[in-house]
């Protein structure tokens, strides 16, 4: 949206909303914006209704917004839509009224006007899912429910007595377990009010601010565009917390720099898609996963968010690094000195960006909620974009921010209620656990196996699913089995975590490489294989958490730093491996190839104390042609 009137034209994937129709999704969007800034700077309001109303206006704005098929008009809403729309009105606002009553009441004794309102209540969020994500997440929905019905014909230890259809819509409808559970009082308290955050940055001039820093920073270097897109991703993709909105902000225009200085299309694409995912795990904010992981484990987001630095930095390390030695190998070189800020100059006109992000972390740290501290941090970049005239934030400008924020959220928060849906099924059945113990029965109590399997599983249901949708269903199914064979907690958490987010790269379904793929003009499975071969480490990274818990600060300081210096060599040495390039000597010969990814193998598996040191051995034989080349050259 522009920022010349108060009402734009509203654009989604299918449909383009103008005039009134325009007129009354702003005016819906502003209103669930201003309700959770509310809640969450000032409002104690009641469990249901912080619940209820985010799945509310949620389904609103994705039937005005979304289009129920194909042959739909696309450019209104039409009757089925108006339809949908009363039946979310209905039910959920039946909810909202009734909780209390029923909660005291009728417990186990739900009423006709209950089942009758959780049957449309379930169908309502289905076809919210159906619309923006497909139909993947639908259908694990009435697989899930038809499980609990079913349960006596289940083969071997998933089956279970069975429940009534009765028992089956009072659990996903009357209680706050399944559809109004902890994953939807998540979004509703935490995840969104961060939705708003960013897009009150982004209206600022935070967005482009990023992106000139990443330019002055990195630019003038050989495959300088590259830098910039995996610079400007990993700052600006903390706050938006979605891996395709990233690549959509920034690759717009990432990618054609990377093309005008020679990337190939669907490489362009892949760093952009790599780079962006990695903007989720990327603290202090990352996205929205991180506020679910610290609910379901019952830790300070805060803490969480102090363990994944470490990880994150070696990431974008192994990012830079490939994209370095790609660009090495094809000898491409940086932007034009002339198209170059300077650093200082981008700082001085932009350094009061930082401060929302100081305001954030500074109230983490002293014990505030998340929520209050993305209000003020909201309130923070309003006042601080008055510092100067070209960012300033107008009456008009804060309400696009304010609209932005709930556009923003319908592509995350459409999926919430069905993921509600599918954890109720789980968890009324006691499905998760007697999961857990199938996948560690069939990794044959191997936990190596188990991580692998775990990022199998997670790669099948990424395909229809987002990197929080996925993680959840994970988190309930697959991190037990971690649990059950010695993991932590959080480690175990965080490998389902970013197992999750392989699955936005990991062909054949692979949404960010998908996003980028299509602004490149690239194929989009070669720039999928591309980005995984970019974002290797993301394979590897569960693995580092189980058998190196040093990489989140679990230890002394000593290991800690040992474990660290360890993967940046083992880093270093996948990356030449893989790209077959090195710094100093360009291209290698294929044993000297083949050394640094054994070297790296054994620097990121130390399964036996020895291995590392052969790891060690390794690297420097494979360097030392290179090293003594350049003290030859160097005399």
Known sequence: MTEQRWFEPIKT?????????????TLVAAAFSLWYLYTSGFGLVSTESNRGLYLLFTSILVFLGYPARRGSPNNRPTLVDGVFIVLAVASIGYWMDQYVDYA???????NQWDLAMGIIA???VLETSRRVLGPAIPILCLLFLAQLYYGPYLPGKLAHSGMDVRRIIEFTYSTQEAMFGVVTATFATFVFPFMIFGAFLERSGAGAFFMDLATALTGQWRGGPAKIATLSSALFGSISGSSVANVVASGTFTIPMMKRIGFKPHHAGAIEAIASTGGQIMPPIMGAGVFILATLTQHEYLSIALMNVIPALLFFMFVLLMVDLEALRTGLKGLPAEEIPKVWVVLRRGWHFFVPLVVVIGMLFMGYSPDLGAFWGIVSSLVLSWLRADTRMGPRKVFHAIVAGAHNNTSAGAA???????????????LGLKFSAILVEFAGGQLFFTVALVALISIIIGMGSST???????????APALIQLGVAEVPAHLVVFYAACLSNITPPVCVSAFAAAAIAQADPMRTGFAALKFGATLVLIPFSFVYVPELLLQGDSGAIAYATVRYVFGYAALAIGLQGTEFVRGRISMWRRAM????ALCLLFPLLPWIEFAGLALVIAAWAPSFMAARAFAK
Do not use: M, Q
């Not at 959840?472 to 697959?478: K, Y």
């Open 13 to 25: 994937k299918n449909r383009t909303l103008s005039g009134a129709f325009s007129g009354f999704y």
């Open 104 to 110: 005291i009441n009728r417990v186990s004794d739900p």
């Open 122 to 124: 379930v169908a309502v």
């Open 416 to 430: 919430i209620g069905s993921l509600g849906v599918i954890i109720g099924g789980i968890v009324l059945s006691g």
């Open 468 to 478: 929080t949708g996925s993680y959840i269903i994970l988190s309930v199914v697959a």
């Open 596 to 599: 640094f990814l054994l070297a």
